[in-house]
């Protein structure tokens, strides 16, 4: 059986889905955990982002968090009440146990605009999700990598233009 596979960066979306990048890149969607429109407890994002020990089956780059409750209205960069409740709830695990990880945050926009407008969007989103830790919860900038990946990777089984694709992700960059 073949698995579909889709981009991934630890996405701060509002619905919450849990999963580890393949080595090309994408994610299996069998492999997300989906915590649908729920905010993650701080124990979950620890886990879904901490290196493991014992045997390394895969490469550090392949722990992503994508959280589609940290989404944005459309247009917009703002963060909103909820995708600041779920950013509490990551800024924790980053200042706890994840207090010496690296990570990666990219944002990601619904297909609605062009391509070149989507892209400069989400790499905003992205921005906004970073200063917010940096501000909210000193989270050293060093510690926090941005990239936009505009309207190219999609949630798996959402449509393009759906509103849970206006997100960011984490991916978790090593120690």
Not at 14 to 37: C, E, H, P, W, Y
Not at 161 to 174: K, M, V
Request: aromatic content about 8%; glycine content about 6%; hydrophobic content about 35%.
């Amino acid at each position: 059986m073949t698995k579909t596979r889709i981009p991934l960066f630890f996405a701060l979306a509002l619905s919450g889905l849990i999963g580890f990048v393949a080595g090309n890149g994408r994610a299996a969607a069998d492999d997300l955990q989906n915590f649908g429109k729920r905010i993650p407890s701080k124990e979950e994002v620890i886990n879904a982002l901490k290196l493991k020990p014992g045997p390394v089956t895969r490469k550090i780059e392949e722990h992503v968090l994508a959280l589609p409750v940290v989404t944005f209205d459309i247009n917009s960069a703002n963060l909103t009440p909820q995708a600041k409740q779920a950013l509490d709830v990551v800024g924790s695990a980053f200042t706890d146990e994840l207090h010496d990880y690296k990570f990666q945050i990219e944002g990601h926009t619904d297909s609605t605009g062009s391509a070149a407008y989507n892209q400069r969007l989400s790499e905003r989103r992205a921005e906004s999700v970073a200063r917010y830790l940096e501000d909210r919860w000193q989270v050293p900038s060093w510690r926090l990598r941005t990239a936009g990946k505009g309207e190219s990777e999609p949630l798996p089984h959402k449509s393009p233009e759906d509103p849970e694709n206006r997100r960011t992700q984490f991916r978790t960059l090593g120690k």
